[in-house]
């Protein structure tokens, strides 16, 4: 098996995995609906709680991305940041109430601090980064998720739009049940573009290496045919 092939059986086994696990957490919510009831979607509820490991253990990864993969550092150390920032917003009503003065915004401006300053420090090599990412799988995946928690979660869950389209049926936990789906599948599909935009840079530096490799095995035999 050469090295395409053994990427593409990788990639097929990933993703295969992928959507196990999504399916798998779309089968079990209705029984832990049924367990827990909309207290499962209430504000410091298990959903949250989970959006938050997810958020971190994204963030994580991408620092992992960030120390592993030196052509991408910046980028993935700036998008690693950006997570941080989206997991301290699911905390805002217990970090509102711990930190008295301007509540989860104050760790998060200290990120935003952060990712100014890995911005300028990466000033030289952040916009070659970025336009190599956007131009891979991974940053369609990227979107997917953004689009799902920023776009989606923030229409379908509108209080006036639900009003709008159930009218009677309209209850306002209705609103915060599809938020929180939304986003936590989001969240989930930002996970996967963290652990894809990874692996497909790896797998890229080492075809890189490969090929470098044989061009070098090449010039040595032309040289020794040379010599004889």
């Known amino acids: 098996m050469n090295?395409?092939?053994?990427?593409?059986?990788?990639?097929?086994?990933?993703?295969f995995t992928y959507t196990v696990a999504i399916l798998g957490s779309l089968?079990?919510?209705?029984?832990?609906?049924r367990a827990r009831g909309l207290a499962l979607f209430q504000e410091n509820g298990p959903i949250e709680w989970l959006?938050?490991?997810?958020?971190?253990?994204?963030?994580?990864?991408?620092?992992?991305?960030?120390?592993?993969?030196?052509?991408m550092r910046g980028l993935f150390s700036v998008l690693g940041?950006?997570?941080?920032?989206?997991?301290?917003?699911?905390?805002?009503?217990?970090?509102?109430?711990?930190?008295?003065?301007?509540g989860w915004r104050a760790p998060g401006l200290v990120i935003l601090g952060v990712i100014v300053f890995m911005v300028y420090h990466h000033r030289h090599t952040l916009f070659d980064q970025i336009n190599f990412f956007v131009k891979t799988a991974p940053f369609g995946i990227l979107w997917?998720?953004?689009?799902?928690?920023?776009?989606?979660?923030?229409l379908l869950g509108h209080g006036h739009f639900l009003e709008a389209v159930m009218g009677d049926d309209y209850s306002h936990r209705y609103k915060r049940v599809i938020e929180e789906i939304f986003e936590?599948?989001?969240?989930?599909?930002?996970?996967?573009?963290?652990?894809?935009?990874?692996?497909?840079?790896?797998?890229?530096?080492?075809?890189?290496?490969?090929?470098?490799?044989?061009?070098?095995?090449?010039?040595?035999?032309?040289?020794?045919?040379?010599?004889?």
């Open 144 to 154: 997917t998720g953004c689009v799902l928690v920023v776009l989606l979660a923030q």
């Open 81 to 102: 940041a950006i997570c941080s920032i989206a997991a301290m917003r699911e905390l805002d009503n217990i970090l509102d109430k711990a930190i008295p003065v301007l």
């Open 3 to 15: 090295q395409e092939q053994q990427f593409t059986k990788q990639l097929l086994i990933r993703y």
């Open 184 to 228: 936590l599948f989001g969240y989930i599909i930002i996970l996967i573009s963290a652990i894809e935009a990874i692996a497909f840079d790896s797998a890229m530096r080492r075809k890189a290496a490969l090929t470098a490799a044989k061009l070098q095995t090449a010039e040595n035999e032309q040289e020794l045919v040379q010599i004889h």
């Open 51 to 71: 959006q938050f490991s997810i958020l971190i253990a994204t963030s994580l990864m991408l620092t992992y991305g960030a120390i592993v993969e030196k052509p």
């Open 27 to 33: 089968a079990t919510l209705p029984f832990l609906l």
